[in-house]
């Protein structure tokens, strides 16, 4: 089973500061990394996705990989209490193609 | 595009118990997933489908866990002789067959055995 590791939090970040969630995943052929955003009691939601080295914005939010280091991180600026949520890693394993995911960091942006 | 649908959204059962959950994919896609997703843990993947083919099944689904997708499109989860380690969500999502193509989610099915 390849792993996925997230810190599971709580992370807590004042409303408007840049909120940082990281994961590394240890299957070092995986080419597809994706954050979900998930609410309490909710199924699921993508919100990013990304597949080179570097960085991809999407509004406010900024993914980052680096695969050298087998590293995966979401930025999300000027935090709002509509962000807290749990913020689920995913890694497609290449083998299968499904998404193996990992614990999830729970965020929550105080007012 | 209806995205994915799961039927029913909650369900209570006694222990021992049968149940069975139906999920209806977006229409295109090909692939169908099934995962499992308790409190404070991220989904983790039961089995998955291409087409009418179920392709891969984790150590988890036990034999009283069956998936079947006969036509290549509804898929069907049943849980036979339940038991309260068996509560949880249990979501469904689909995909197109292509590498790296997203994965949509369906809005999960609460399963609590009493």
């Known amino acids: 089973q390849k792993e996925v590791e997230q810190n599971s939090g709580p992370l807590s970040v004042p409303e408007g500061a840049i909120a940082s969630l990281n994961c590394t995943y240890s299957?070092?052929?995986?080419?597809?990394f994706f954050w979900y955003r998930q609410y309490s009691g909710k199924s699921p939601e993508l919100i990013m996705s990304?597949?080179?080295?570097g960085d991809k914005e999407d509004g406010r939010f900024t993914a980052q990989l680096n695969k050298a280091s087998q590293y995966v991180s979401l930025l999300i600026r000027d935090s709002q209490p509509s962000d807290s949520a749990t913020y689920l890693c995913?890694?497609?394993?290449?083998?299968?193609?499904?998404?193996?995911f990992g614990q999830g960091t729970r965020l929550t942006i105080n007012p | 595009d209806t995205g994915v649908s799961q039927d029913p959204r909650h369900k209570i059962t006694k222990r021992g118990q049968n149940v069975t959950f139906r999920c209806d994919p977006i229409?295109?896609?090909?692939?169908l997933y099934w995962y499992r997703q308790t409190l404070g843990q991220g989904p983790e993947f039961l089995t998955y489908f291409q087409n009418e083919a179920q392709l891969e099944k984790s150590r988890l689904l036990s034999d009283r866990f069956s998936a079947e997708r006969p036509k290549g499109s509804f898929s069907t989860l049943e849980i036979q002789r339940t038991e309260q380690g068996d509560s949880a969500m249990y979501l469904c999502?689909?995909?197109?067959?292509?590498?790296?193509?997203?994965?949509?989610f369906g809005e999960g099915s609460w399963l609590t055995v009493v």
């Open positions: 999502a689909s995909s197109r067959d292509t590498p790296g193509n997203t994965i949509y």
């Open positions: 995913a890694v497609v394993d290449q083998g299968a193609q499904k998404l193996v």
């Open positions: 990304i597949y080179s080295n």
């Open positions: 299957d070092r052929v995986s080419q597809s």
């Open positions: 229409s295109e896609h090909n692939r």
